[in-house]
């Protein structure tokens, strides 16, 4: 599936300068469209080499750009401009608040390119729409579960439906631990290592509780109570008690929740009266941080115990 994202974003949220915006760019109009997540700084095309160039890709002018630019005549630099411009780039965007050659607008206004300056430094600017881009045109799912965040860490609780998975999470943010998502969590992989978790806006902030209903979680616990996206660090699955199923009860073997082309670790925890699963949470949370920071309690047990048969052993 292709994602996009709409030029009108970009210059929103980069808040870019326009110089010049086609009709078919305007917010009265509709909205071009990035598909692409590279950039490109177009000093081979300006010194003539085309092969391998990507049209798809936003063309940022910085300081070496420009200055190249500059020692030109008007009318090879007009020419230049020309043939990047009919390449049908999406949008060529000057950094550091330089003033665009007036060829350059020329060449912008024949061929419909959006030409934007931003204010930014030439690096900092690329970092910062590549990241934008990598948010919004990330490969994505839905899943029905609940997003909490616990002692900073993303957990994605999922299980049947009825099987108490909004209710744990009532109780954890009761336990002063914050809500991202219920019912619907809209995930993102957002680079190789990370899933991003949100909430569809139609839901955001809500819970809903068999018995009473909807409950708005801002309104009630506060803003402190609540977060617009999370990293999934940890996927907890809860499912009824099976007499039947072996559960292990050591935590040595790993176990991981694939999503995503992502492995996430994972947990599942037996649902049976008077467990108190917030609390369960917690410690699977803190327990899933100390395993990233290098300790593992399971293998040092495990350690202890074989190191404890291996002198009884020798005796």
């Known amino acids: 599936m292709e994602y996009k994202v709409s030029l009108a974003s970009i210059i929103d949220n980069l808040k870019l300068k326009i110089i010049y915006l086609p009709e078919d760019?305007?917010?009265?109009?509709?909205?071009?469209?990035?598909?692409?997540?590279?950039?490109?700084?177009?000093?081979?095309?300006?010194?003539?080499?085309?092969?391998?160039?990507?049209?798809?890709?936003?063309?940022?002018?910085?300081?070496?750009?420009?200055?190249?630019?500059?020692?030109?005549?008007?009318?090879?630099?007009?020419?230049?401009?020309?043939?990047?411009?009919?390449?049908?780039?999406?949008?060529?965007?000057?950094t550091r608040d330089k003033?665009?050659?007036?060829?350059?607008?020329?060449?912008?206004?024949?061929?419909?390119?959006?030409?934007?300056?931003?204010?930014?430094?030439?690096?900092?600017?690329?970092?910062?729409?590549?990241?934008f881009l990598n948010v919004e045109m990330a490969p994505r799912v839905t899943r029905h579960g609940v997003l909490v965040e616990v002692y900073g860490e993303g957990i994605l609780i999922l299980g049947d439906s009825g099987i108490g998975k909004s209710e744990t999470a009532m109780e954890l943010l009761k336990r002063g631990h914050r809500l991202v998502a219920d019912d619907a969590v809209e995930i993102k992989s957002v680079s190789d290592i990370t899933l991003v978790g949100s909430s569809p806006d139609l839901i955001r902030y809500l819970i809903e509780l068999r018995g009473i209903g909807?409950?708005?979680?801002?309104?009630?616990?506060?803003?402190?109570?609540?977060?617009?996206?999370?990293?999934?660090?940890?996927?907890?699955?809860?499912?009824?008690?099976?007499?039947?199923?072996?559960?292990?009860?050591?935590?040595?073997?790993?176990?991981?929740?694939?999503?995503?082309d992502h492995k996430i670790p994972s947990v599942t925890i037996p649902i049976m009266p008077g467990r108190n699963l917030a609390v369960i949470v917690e410690v699977a949370a803190m327990n899933n941080r100390q395993k990233r920071s290098g300790y593992n309690a399971a293998v040092e047990f495990n350690k202890r115990l074989l190191q404890q048969l291996g002198s009884e052993g020798e005796s």
């Open 214 to 260: 909807i409950v708005d979680v801002r309104q009630i616990f506060g803003m402190g109570a609540v977060k617009e996206t999370s990293k999934i660090d940890l996927v907890v699955q809860l499912e009824k008690w099976n007499e039947q199923k072996q559960y292990d009860r050591l935590g040595i073997d790993d176990q991981f929740y694939e999503l995503l």
């Open 25 to 94: 760019a305007g917010p009265t109009g509709k909205e071009r469209m990035v598909t692409s997540v590279e950039v490109n700084r177009p000093g081979l095309i300006l010194a003539g080499f085309y092969d391998h160039f990507e049209d798809s890709r936003i063309q940022i002018f910085g300081n070496v750009e420009m200055s190249f630019l500059e020692d030109m005549n008007s009318e090879k630099r007009l020419h230049i401009l020309d043939v990047l411009c009919a390449r049908g780039v999406p949008a060529i965007v000057v």
């Open 99 to 131: 003033e665009p050659f007036a060829e350059m607008l020329t060449s912008a206004k024949k061929y419909g390119i959006p030409l934007l300056i931003s204010k930014s430094s030439t690096s900092r600017f690329m970092s910062a729409l590549i990241s």
